[in-house]
């Protein structure tokens, strides 16, 4: 499975990429919202997205939206650390963070 993680923090990125890496997955990340998004218009293919909601310039919600825009079906979900957020219009569910690695492995492979 071809994960895109996109977090403006690096170690959580870098974490949360290794964590997946762990766990089978070929992952690729990025630094932003921005960032992601040329990815995804640089061919960069992905099976699922996982990406912070709160993040300098564009936030989590606005990429997910725009890639919505863009046709693109894969699950994306949303991780935050706000208890109150439940639902992001557009993502597939939300992640509170610390990610857990049972709700990750879940994901996974509920989402294939």
Same mark, same amino acid.
């Given at each position: /499975?071809?994960?895109?993680?996109?977090? +403006?923090? %690096? /170690?959580? %990125? #870098?974490?949360?990429?290794?964590?997946?890496?762990?766990?089978?997955?070929?992952?690729?990340?990025?630094?932003?919202?921005?960032?992601?998004?040329? $990815?995804?218009?640089? =061919?960069?293919?992905?099976?699922?997205? $996982?990406?912070? &909601?709160? /993040?300098? =310039? /564009?936030? =989590? *919600?606005?990429?997910?939206?725009?890639?919505? *825009?863009? *046709?693109?079906?894969?699950? &994306?979900?949303? $991780?935050?650390?706000?208890?109150?957020?439940?639902?992001?219009? *557009?993502?597939?569910?939300?992640?509170?963070?610390?990610?857990?690695?049972?709700?990750? #492995? +879940?994901?996974? %492979?509920?989402?294939?």
């Amino acid at each position: /499975m071809k994960i895109l993680v996109v977090d +403006d923090d %690096r /170690m959580v %990125r #870098e974490c949360l990429a290794d964590i997946l890496r762990d766990l089978g997955c070929e992952v690729q990340a990025a630094a932003s919202a921005e960032d992601a998004l040329e $990815l995804v218009a640089s =061919g960069s293919a992905f099976d699922l997205l $996982l990406t912070d &909601m709160q /993040m300098t =310039g /564009m936030d =989590g *919600g606005e990429l997910v939206s725009l890639l919505r *825009g863009l *046709g693109l079906s894969q699950p &994306m979900y949303v $991780l935050t650390g706000l208890v109150n957020l439940t639902s992001v219009p *557009g993502a597939t569910g939300v992640l509170y963070k610390p990610v857990q690695l049972e709700t990750l #492995e +879940d994901v996974i %492979r509920t989402d294939p």
